[in-house]
């Protein structure tokens, strides 16, 4: 009797779960179809890590992604950017190229722009865009040399 009434509130707690999961998605949805992407990314991520966390498409990574720039916010967009290339690998190179030019022109994070240039795989961008990542690099440790100066003031 204890087994069945132990399985019984496991399955209620899984259905409750997974209805606050997609209520969650619908609401970020009506978020994104609304034009309110800070929104829509700041309920997924206060929502992140908990069990109620919903999965999100890549299309909706996407939207939540391309909002935030067009909104003046792409900071808050890296989180965002950081699950989309691990979702999309075939796009990663490309999302971190941005991601690295975002700290380096918005988040003042040098270090981390250059972080994310080593971790795209050679010879898996094209040469306009390799060519970019190689000054994004020179302009980051430009910065990070400037910060390592202003420390030592």
């Known amino acids: 009797m204890a087994i069945e009434e132990a399985e019984e509130a496991n399955r209620n707690e899984q259905q409750r779960i997974a209805r606050e999961q997609q209520a969650a998605l619908q609401q970020i949805d ?6 309110n992407p800070l929104a829509a990314a700041t309920l997924y991520q206060k929502l992140a890590g ?3 966390a919903p999965q999100l498409s890549s299309g909706q990574l996407e939207a939540m992604i391309n909002g935030l720039h067009a909104a003046g916010r792409p900071t808050d967009s890296l989180p965002l950017m ?7 690998p075939q796009q ?6 941005k991601m690295a030019q975002i ?3 918005h988040a003042e994070r040098p270090a981390k ?6 971790a795209i795989q050679p010879d898996s961008l094209p040469p306009k865009l390799e060519q970019y990542r190689r000054q994004l690099a020179a302009r980051a440790e430009e ?3 400037v910060a ?5 003031d």
């Open 82 to 88: 950081e699950e989309y290339a691990l979702a999309e």
């Open 143 to 145: 910065l990070r040399h």
């Open 148 to 152: 390592d100066l202003e420390l030592e």
């Open 103 to 105: 700290c380096v022109e």
């Open 30 to 35: 009506q978020y994104l179809a609304d034009e």
């Open 92 to 97: 990663a190179g490309t999302t971190r190229l």
């Open 113 to 118: 722009a250059l972080e994310l240039l080593a």
């Open 50 to 52: 908990s069990p109620s």
